[in-house]
């Protein structure tokens, strides 16, 4: 039987992640999660009660906390993605992500390398840490071209820059200390049980409420869409078949202008649920983010060939499920206004900025 730790559990990809293995692998999973606002255990509903599925409430920067969970587990894999996450909060709010996302892998890395020193040889030699990032530690593209995984990293954001420094200690771990490290850095994801402060799930909330639908400066910014399932299923492949010390683009070859989601996002919503007006009439142009990227897109030709990965859902398929979702299901987005209610994030003063 497989064991595995799953961090950031609770999360909109790490809840992907758990209800995979559990539900598709039947494999063992103890979800380590903090439970910030970004964490939902109505996200593992579908795991809940099920006696392969276990959850503790810890925080990733707690050391004790996390050799205790790892040493009582005795976990396999250890699939890291606790994370804070959004680029927009890291841009006000910078301490969180150095802390959680730089000292929290820090001391998870810490925390399994003295598990993983002290098991026998057979198990020293299968045990797997998945270090999961983003495609934004690359910094932005220009109209041509893709991320690779040689290319130089060269984040924009406190948030990339933090995922940046988190990927530099888990590769520095697996060649100091022989850790064996798997590294994945994945494009946008959207889907299901996405927290609603992320352009996509903000957008359908806004549009079937007749909200205004902002858009970042001229919403020509490109991005490159995996549905969230594709993620899990890629994490799940990588942390099996991947080579220690290597890098894995993931990505599903689904560029969007950030304009064009929105107009998909409003058509989709059209047709599923007629209103008086087209939606598309809703969007407003705001306030362009500050070191706002371009474009991401990912090169995944290493996952593909070399794992036989492939994104099963290109960006219609995947919208039009992910639309269809949160009509099903108010019962898990209905509650989150009490967490976060639409207001725009990540905007410096300007005044403070024209006097430094
Ligand atoms: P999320 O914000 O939805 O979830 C993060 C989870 O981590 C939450 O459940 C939160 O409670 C938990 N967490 C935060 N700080 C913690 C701490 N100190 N200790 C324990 N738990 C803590 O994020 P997500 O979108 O699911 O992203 C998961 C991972 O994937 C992150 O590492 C992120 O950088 C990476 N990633 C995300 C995307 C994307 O499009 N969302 C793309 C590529 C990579």
């Known amino acids: 039987m497989t064991r595995v730790i799953v961090t950031g559990g609770a999360g909109f990809i790490g809840s992907a992640l758990v209800r995979h293995l559990v539900l598709e692998r039947g494999f063992e999973v103890l979800n380590i999660d903090k439970l910030t606002y970004a964490g939902n255990l109505a996200s593992l509903k579908p795991v809940e009660g ?9 925080d990733i920067c707690d050391a004790e906390a996390m050799r205790d969970a790892i040493a009582s ?8 993605l606790a994370a804070e ?8 709010g910078a301490a969180d992500f150095i802390q959680t996302n730089v000292m929290g892998t820090f001391t998870l890395l810490e925390a399994a390398r003295a598990f993983w020193t002290s098991l026998p040889a057979p198990e020293r030699d299968s045990f797997r840490f998945l270090h999961v990032s983003t495609d934004e530690v690359y910094g932005s593209l220009g109209d041509e071209g893709l991320f690779e995984e040689s290319t130089p990293y060269d984040p924009s954001s406190p948030y990339s820059a933090s995922k940046a420094a988190s990927d530099h200690l888990a590769k520095a771990w697996q060649r100091t200390y022989g850790l064996p490290v798997v590294v994945s850095n994945c494009s946008n994801n959207y889907g299901p049980f996405h927290f609603p402060e992320k352009l996509i799930p ?3 909330l806004n549009a079937l409420h007749g909200r205004p639908l ?4 001229t919403g020509e910014n490109v ?20 080579r220690i010390g290597e890098t894995y683009n993931v990505g599903g070859r689904n560029e969007r202008r950030n304009i064009d989601v929105v107009h ?3 058509a989709v919503l059209d047709r599923l649920v007629p209103a008086n007006r087209p939606r598309a009439e809703l969007i407003e142009f705001v306030t362009d983010r500050p070191g706002h990227d371009a474009r991401y897109a990912i090169d995944a030709t290493r996952l593909e060939t070399e794992l036989c990965w492939r994104a099963q859902e290109n960006f219609d398929s995947g919208i039009e499920k992910t639309i269809q979702w949160y009509l099903d299901n108010e019962w898990w987005w209905r509650p989150l206004s009490t967490r976060y209610d639409g207001e725009r994030l990540g905007v410096l003063d300007q005044t403070k900025q024209d006097a430094a």
């Open 85 to 92: 996450s959004h680029v927009d909060r890291s841009i006000t």
């Open 202 to 204: 903000l957008t359908i």
């Open 264 to 266: 998909r996002i409003c």
């Open 50 to 58: 099920n006696p392969l599925y276990r959850f503790r409430q810890a």
């Open 73 to 80: 587990f005795r976990p396999d894999r250890i699939m890291h």
């Open 223 to 242: 991005r490159d869409w995996l549905y969230v399932e594709d993620h899990a299923r890629a994490l799940d492949t990588i942390v099996e078949k991947g």
């Open 214 to 217: 902002p858009v970042y400066g």
